[in-house]
């Protein structure tokens, strides 16, 4: 069987042919049926490639450009939303977008990092690395939904908090802390999704909730593959090493139990499709926040608690 490297080169190459095929097309019937077996093929390629990846080939997918973003779903399953800006001390922060929305009728928070695809809007996001503002003024809307009772959803896509000076000057640690401590006692329901990479105290600062979720091809851990491996082996390049080691992937969390449930991916990752990906997101996202309307405030808020007192706890069978 090739490898899974190969089995992606080959999965590229098949797509270039369709591409080619495609722009020649037209109406000859014959290249319409080459075409149909050639899309049959990079389907069941996709299948292969999927089941056979490593840890750091899903950090590379979480990673991808295409991938879709906290926007992105917002367009597909919120209606009516309406951008909370700034956190009324220091000024707005874009690499964290929050606001108000309706999730099948129910009136929700929404919060999400935001990355960019092109480099005006990159440098505009901050790549996704929020400011500590950004981290307050998610909480500033997080307590007005408390006030009025909607439950809050966020989603998780983003390298760490920013290191710069400025934001270590503004209070980077704190900023995350108490948003740790107050996500924790919030009375509404919290359902925190990682979309693409959840890093570090920047990621776990909008994710303390009462169901966490993660994308199959999405990735969550304390630090970067690259970053492990600068600090263990003092040579990045281990980094395909230090991501099998980190347990970093979707499969891993849910079986060490840090997370609640894994939320499946169109063939080849959510960049291929992202109505497909929106859909399978919005299924898992109403079950989950059903399940959580059913229990009592008092319930939500103690569940919680406990639920992230025990993580990392392991003990041997006697």
């Known amino acids: 069987m090739d490898s ?5 080169q080959n999965l590229e190459s098949l797509e270039k042919q369709i591409e080619h095929l495609e722009s020649l097309a037209g109406d000859n019937k014959s290249a319409l049926e080459q075409l149909h077996l050639l899309h049959e093929k990079v389907n069941a390629l996709r299948a292969q490639v999927q089941s056979g990846m490593s840890a750091w080939q899903r950090t590379e997918l979480a990673r991808h450009p295409q991938r879709p973003y906290t926007l992105d779903y917002l367009e597909r399953i919120f209606t009516d939303w309406s951008e909370v800006h700034g956190d009324r001390a220091f000024g707005d922060d874009p690499a964290i977008i929050c606001g108000m ?9 929404v919060i999400g990092h935001q990355k960019a695809r092109d480099t005006k809007q990159k440098v505009y996001r901050n790549f996704g690395m929020p400011n500590p503002e950004g981290y307050r003024k998610a909480l500033r809307a997080m307590e007005m939904a408390e006030k009025f009772g909607r439950p ?12 710069g000076l400025g934001a270590e000057e503004r209070g980077q640690a704190e900023a995350i802390a108490r948003n740790l401590r107050e996500m924790a006692r919030l009375r509404v329901p919290i359902i925190a999704t990682i ?18 979720l993660m994308m199959e091809n999405s990735v969550y851990s304390v630090i970067s593959p690259e970053g492990c491996a600068s600090i263990m082996w003092r040579d990045p390049s281990k980094k395909e090493t230090a991501a099998q080691a980190l347990k970093i992937t979707a499969r891993d969390l849910r079986e060490l139990k840090m997370i609640d449930d894994v939320v499946p991916e ?46 990392g706890q392991f003990f041997s069978e006697q």
């Open 4 to 8: 899974p490297s190969k089995q992606q």
């Open 101 to 109: 929305a309706r999730f099948h009728g129910d009136e929700v928070l």
């Open 152 to 163: 809050i959803f966020t989603f998780v896509d983003t390298p760490g908090a920013y290191p």
């Open 195 to 212: 979309t693409g990479e959840g890093g570090s105290g920047g990621a776990l600062a909008i994710a303390v909730a009462d169901r966490v």
């Open 266 to 311: 169109p063939d080849g990752g959510a960049h291929n499709d992202h109505d497909r990906a929106s859909a399978l997101l919005d299924n898992s996202l109403s079950k989950h926040l059903a399940e959580l309307k059913a229990q009592s405030i008092a319930q939500l808020v103690e569940r919680r608690y406990e639920k992230f007192r025990h993580m």
